[in-house]
């Protein structure tokens, strides 16, 4: 299975963007997907997750009263829309599915299929 991302792009502070991804494969009721993100210099850092057969959903301190995850399961699609963007948002964000997970979680070793990454960059 594999996963790949869009939506990043440029927007300034306190902008918003959305960023997709799309599976392909079969992907059953236990799969988790998750957004995960590095910034120059980071550690990389766990954004949010969502469980794709009951939709539960985790979501990162940084980002948990902005950001919100959803999934359209019939397109194998997972959002992730941003508001209230800071500069400290800038980072490239991957998209990540760990495919016998059963619950939410943010553990990134646990992912097996990762996407290349799409850039996210907001100005002050």
């Known amino acids: 299975v594999r996963v790949a991302e869009s939506g990043g792009g440029s927007v300034q502070a306190g902008g918003s963007l959305r960023l997709s991804c799309v599976a392909s494969g079969v992907i059953t009721s236990s799969a988790v997907m998750g957004w995960f993100r590095r910034a120059p210099g980071k550690e990389r850092e766990f954004v949010a997750a969502?469980?794709?057969?009951?939709?539960?959903?985790a979501y990162g301190d940084s980002v948990k009263d902005r950001f919100s995850i959803s999934s359209n399961t019939a397109e194998k699609t997972v959002y992730l829309q941003m508001d209230g963007l800071t500069p400290e948002d800038t980072a490239v964000y991957f998209c990540?599915?760990?495919?016998?997970?059963?619950?939410?979680?943010?553990?990134?070793?646990?992912?097996?299929?990762w996407g290349q990454g799409t850039q996210v960059t907001v100005s002050a």
């Open positions: 990540a599915l760990d495919l016998a997970a059963r619950t939410v979680h943010r553990d990134s070793r646990r992912y097996t299929s």
């Open positions: 969502i469980s794709w057969g009951r939709g539960a959903t």
